[in-house]
């Protein structure tokens, strides 16, 4: 609710001051927590040595100070430590609520002292290129990669949740170019085209939208829906697909995919064009390409099902000309990288020079490709297998 949400928002926003406190608080009561244990002890150690014939010395009160320090400490950690954050980490928003008040005033009044600390801690940091915090700092993304790699090693989690999480990551580095549909495997059609005939693309093709153009495809002038196109051929014998084309909007490859989502929820747009640096078009992004980044390939009725990489025997693998090099290497175990190529079509076509032949081979980085289909302007599927086969 609103009153719980204002709540939460205020520690949120005061956090380096509720942490400092908080941290501070801790200190205070290891510290009573020291002189309890010694209080308690001198009263203790009197007895402790009767009992063993020592004389009331060190060694008397060290072993009854140890001796009560220890289910003290023991009894800190259970009460003190670990059941309040586990019942924290369980219902955060409950705990925050109900202990607002207590956390901000505990924090206002410890800051005045936790506040100069810092400051002073600060000083000394700088003079090193540090910077003191009270604040434990956050994991990087690698440590949380490898705790999660461990917990599905130990069964904590299942390998799709790993792989949901490990994608969260690389969906903040991912640019358009790489999720695109190339201009080259574009169903697109050119802006006068009858409407019966963009129909019947849609039919075949099973697109519920298509990019037309002007002359050429490197000029798209608009996105014609299925369900404009099917309405007004329903209303009208007459249908100019001219006038149902919705404006795209325009996005350069290296847009992250992140920004892109953002700007095609808040324009309502399901396809986005994606142009190079000199204005043509490179290809289009959905909404679909882009979820298909997070979850992994939406298959529906109209897709070909055929795996971007299968084993072909041993060591051997039939590959999709158009399958990114983060992928194959995550599947074959390479380490395929190029700043100028995103798929492993174009990195073999930038090796060869110039558009191989079915049936030629080249070795690249320990692997040989062989080329088995290609359409005279690009790769369509190779077989990869390393170089000198494993065990020889």
């Known amino acids: 609710d609103e009153p719980?949400?204002?709540?939460?928002?205020?520690?949120?926003?005061?956090?380096?001051?509720?942490?400092?406190?908080?941290?501070?608080?801790?200190?205070?009561?290891r510290v009573a927590l020291v002189f309890l244990s010694f209080l308690l002890a001198q009263g203790f150690a009197p007895g402790l040595a009767d009992r063993l014939n020592w004389d009331f010395d060190f060694r008397a009160i060290l072993l009854g100070a140890l001796m009560v320090a220890i289910p003290i400490e023991v009894l800190n950690l259970m009460i003190g430590?670990?059941?309040?954050?586990?019942?924290?980490?369980?219902?955060?928003?409950?705990?925050g609520s109900r202990l607002f008040g207590f956390i901000r005033a505990t924090g206002t009044v410890l800051s005045v002292f936790a506040l100069p600390v810092a400051a002073?801690?600060?000083?000394?940091?700088?003079?090193?290129?540090?910077?003191a915090s009270f604040e434990t700092p956050n994991q990087t993304e690698e440590e949380i990669k490898a705790l999660v790699d461990s917990a599905e090693e130990t069964g904590e989690i299942e390998s799709e949740e790993k792989e949901l999480i490990h994608s969260v990551f690389e969906f903040a580095d991912t640019v358009a170019r790489e999720v695109m549909t190339p201009?080259?495997?574009?169903?697109?059609?050119?802006?006068?085209?009858?409407?019966?005939?963009v129909a019947r693309v849609m039919r075949e093709t099973g697109h519920s939208r298509i990019p037309l153009f002007e002359e050429t495809d490197d000029q798209i002038v608009g996105i014609l829906h299925a369900k404009d196109l099917l309405m007004a051929m329903v209303e009208?014998?007459?249908?100019?697909?001219?006038?149902?084309?919705?404006?795209?909007?325009?996005?350069?490859?290296?847009?992250?995919?992140?920004?892109?989502?953002?700007?095609?929820?808040?324009?309502?747009?399901?396809?986005a064009v994606v142009q190079d640096e000199f204005g043509g078009t490179s290809g289009v992004v959905t909404i679909e390409d882009i979820v298909e980044e997070l979850v992994g390939d939406?298959?529906?009725?109209?897709?070909?099902?055929?795996?971007?990489?299968?084993?072909?025997?041993?060591?051997a693998w039939s590959v999709d000309g158009k399958t990114h090099l983060d992928d194959l290497n995550h599947e074959v175990g390479a380490t395929f990288d190029s700043?100028?190529?995103?798929?492993?079509?174009?990195y073999v076509f930038g090796h060869f020079?110039?558009?191989?032949?079915?049936?030629?081979?080249?070795?690249?980085?320990?692997?040989?490709?062989?080329?088995?289909?290609?359409?005279?302007?690009?790769?369509?599927?190779?077989?990869?297998?390393?170089?000198?086969?494993?065990?020889?």
């Open 120 to 131: 002073m801690a600060n000083l000394v940091a700088s003079r090193f290129g540090g910077r």
């Open 236 to 271: 009208d014998v007459e249908v100019r697909v001219r006038d149902l084309m919705r404006a795209p909007i325009f996005v350069p490859e290296g847009k992250s995919l992140r920004e892109l989502l953002t700007e095609m929820r808040t324009s309502k747009s399901q396809m």
């Open 4 to 29: 719980r949400r204002a709540k939460l928002q205020t520690l949120v926003d005061g956090k380096s001051k509720y942490v400092a406190a908080c941290a501070l608080g801790n200190r205070f009561c």
């Open 183 to 197: 201009r080259v495997d574009l169903d697109s059609m050119p802006v006068d085209t009858p409407a019966v005939d």
């Open 81 to 95: 430590e670990l059941l309040p954050k586990s019942y924290s980490a369980l219902y955060p928003s409950k705990v």
């Open 298 to 315: 939406i298959v529906d009725e109209y897709d070909e099902e055929m795996p971007e990489v299968v084993a072909e025997g041993v060591d």
């Open 339 to 346: 700043e100028e190529f995103d798929t492993i079509g174009g």
């Open 353 to 392: 020079g110039r558009q191989p032949t079915m049936g030629e081979s080249i070795e690249i980085d320990g692997y040989r490709f062989d080329v088995i289909e290609t359409d005279g302007r690009r790769i369509l599927r190779l077989i990869v297998r390393p170089a000198v086969p494993q065990g020889a």
